[in-house]
Each structure stands twice: as C-alpha cells, then as structure tokens.
C-alpha cells in the first residue's frame, strides 16, 4: 500500500506497460468502477473518486457514479502513465486528455492495478 496512508515509494513501481494499451471497457458497479484494456493482463478496479483533464481545461474530480463521464476516453491509447501526488495514478491518453485515479482513502484501498499476474494496490 502506499499514497495517502502506506510506505511504499511509487517510484520503485513501472508503469510503462500501459503505454499502447487502449481502453476497450469501463465497467460500473454499486461501488466501484473498473477499466479493461485491449491487453487482456491489464485492467484497474477503483474504489476510489477519479478525475479528467483535456486539453485546456482544470482537472475535474468525479464520484464512481460518473463513470459514464469516461466514455470520451474509450477506443484510445495510453501514450503515457506516471505517478502524481500521494500515490495519484496519471493516465495520458493519445489526442489529448487525462485519466487521474486517486488513492483517497486513509483506510482502504483505493484502487487495484492487475497486469500479467502481478496486483499494484493503492
């Protein structure tokens, strides 16, 4: 665990295997939201509030009830994934835009990152 409440630095963790994927499916839930990928291995499972940014515009925070509102970023690549602030997940997406999932919880995990077998939990 690490962002807000754990001790692991996100700098040691690689997120370059996003770069290329497209984000084929979001799929909602009472109580999380998860995003697949055109590579099966990858997927994200949020418990978390996410935001978007596109070109020009502040970023904007969501509720998991507005996944919908990520419907603009289906069929489109990651051209890059980083790291932000307190353990803030950065999708860049090709065409412009960003995807934000942020660890906000002090008690629980905020979001899980899968990907050929290995699980990133924030």
């Known amino acids: 665990m690490f962002g807000r409440s754990g001790s ?11 770069k290329g994927a497209t984000l084929v499916q979001i799929c909602l839930g ?5 995003l697949n ?18 070109a020009g515009e502040e970023r904007v925070f969501h509720n ?3 996944g919908h509102l990520l419907r ?8 890059e994934a980083s790291w932000g ?3 803030t997940l950065i999708l860049t997406i090709t065409g ?3 995807v934000l999932i942020f660890d906000d ?18």
């Not at 009472?30 to 998860?34: F, V």
């Not at 990928?37 to 596109?54: A, L, Y």
């Open 64 to 66: 998991l009830t507005d």
């Open 30 to 34: 009472s109580n999380d939201l998860g």
């Open 96 to 98: 412009g835009g960003q």
């Open 85 to 87: 602030e307190k353990g």
């Open 72 to 79: 603009s970023f289906l069929d489109r690549e990651v051209s």
């Open 8 to 18: 692991l630095d996100t700098s040691t963790v690689d997120l370059s295997f996003f």
């Open 37 to 54: 990928f055109d590579i099966p291995s990858i997927q994200i499972m949020m418990q978390s509030e996410f935001g978007t940014r596109v």
């Open 105 to 122: 919880s002090d008690q629980f995990e905020s979001y899980t990152i899968r990907h050929s077998g290995q699980i990133i939990v924030v």
